[in-house]
């Protein structure tokens, strides 16, 4: 779990605690300084983690969601890469040719106006006509893929 995740969900449980006009109060206290319920917080604590059910769901942050959607991405393409290197000639041959053991990718930075036409045509909208503008103007990138392993 990162600090995003952990802070997101004092927030929400802080505004859940505003919402229904109760008061937060945060003290911060060094480890065993003497204070009178630290070594029963500190105990509770270590019961916490010994639990084995959390009594508490930390809802993920935005980047974490992001991070997690990433490595699910990278992952399903890698195994439809070898789905693929597996049932197709072509594909082997060219893996085993280049010595490429990763799937091919997207091009990262594409211009603004590139990425938005991949889009449009990515929902099915009719976009030939900017595509046929892009490509007279020569606005439209006609490398989409790059591969790490020339």
């Known amino acids: 779990m990162d600090n995003v995740q952990l802070t997101t969900a004092i927030l929400g449980h802080i505004q859940g605690l505003a919402a229904q006009r109760r008061r937060v109060r945060f003290n911060w206290v060094p480890s065993h300084a003497g204070l009178r319920g630290n070594e029963a917080a500190d105990e509770a604590a270590r019961e916490a983690i010994r639990h084995p059910a959390m009594a508490l769901t930390v809802l993920p942050s935005i980047h974490g969601a992001k991070v997690l959607a990433r490595r699910a991405a990278v992952c399903a393409a890698g195994q439809q890469y070898r789905q693929l290197v597996q049932t197709s000639r072509q594909a082997a041959w060219h893996k085993q040719a280049t010595n490429n053991n990763e799937p091919l990718r997207l091009a ?39 591969s790490p392993v020339p």
Do not use: K
Request: proline residues 3%; charged residues 30%; aromatic residues 6%.
């Open 108 to 146: 990262q930075q594409l211009p603004r106006a590139e990425e938005v036409v991949l889009h449009r045509l990515r929902l099915g909208y009719r976009a030939l006509e900017e595509l046929r503008t892009g490509l007279r103007s020569g606005r439209v990138s006609t490398v989409l893929i790059w």
